[in-house]
């Protein structure tokens, strides 16, 4: 038998969203209905006209919902005087596991610390890190009552400056 070639063009059934939605039709089993403005499809089940029929594929709009839902966030927050990073942590509202944020707080001029938590599903958890002694900072002056180094013993406390100062 031989074979023979049929030179034609297949149209799919295809119209503008507004106007699917306005005739309402039913599509026939398998048939494929376009909207050429979205270029979203439905397929056709040969009873629920097109307004019951759910869309073929995947919808880029649901698919961008469910990533931002599930997207861990980092948020940054200023310390506020008279507030402790707990108070800050507070404030965020619904943090979901895998959440990080960040304390800032600038306690001298010129130095900022900042402190890194993450949500375990429970609680916000401090990170813990390799640290320096020319990367750590006190925020205020040291009170000592007892010999320090090579400083003599006072009678009672004493401060010495170290605010603004590293440990090194």
């Known amino acids: 038998m031989a074979g023979n070639t049929l030179k034609t063009r297949i149209q799919l059934r295809n119209d503008e969203a507004a ?65 402790t990073d707990a108070d800050m942590l507070a404030t965020i509202a619904t943090p979901v596991q895998g959440d990080m944020a960040v304390i800032e707080n600038a306690f001298v001029e010129g130095k900022t610390s900042r402190t890194a938590y993450f949500y375990d599903g429970a609680n916000w958890a401090a990170f813990d890190g390799n640290y320096r002694a020319d990367n750590v900072y006190f925020d205020e002056d040291i009170t000592y009552t007892v010999g320090f180094g090579t400083l003599a013993q006072p009678s009672g406390s004493a401060k010495f400056a170290a605010k603004g100062k590293n440990v090194e």
């Open 19 to 83: 106007t699917w939605v306005e005739k309402n039709p039913v599509l026939l089993k398998g048939e494929m209905g376009i909207e050429v403005d979205t270029g979203k499809i439905k397929i056709g089940d040969g009873t629920k006209a097109w307004n019951e029929l759910n869309y073929s594929g995947v919808d880029e709009n649901a698919i961008k919902s469910i990533i931002n839902s599930n997207r861990d966030k980092v948020s940054v927050l200023t310390l506020i005087e008279d507030k």
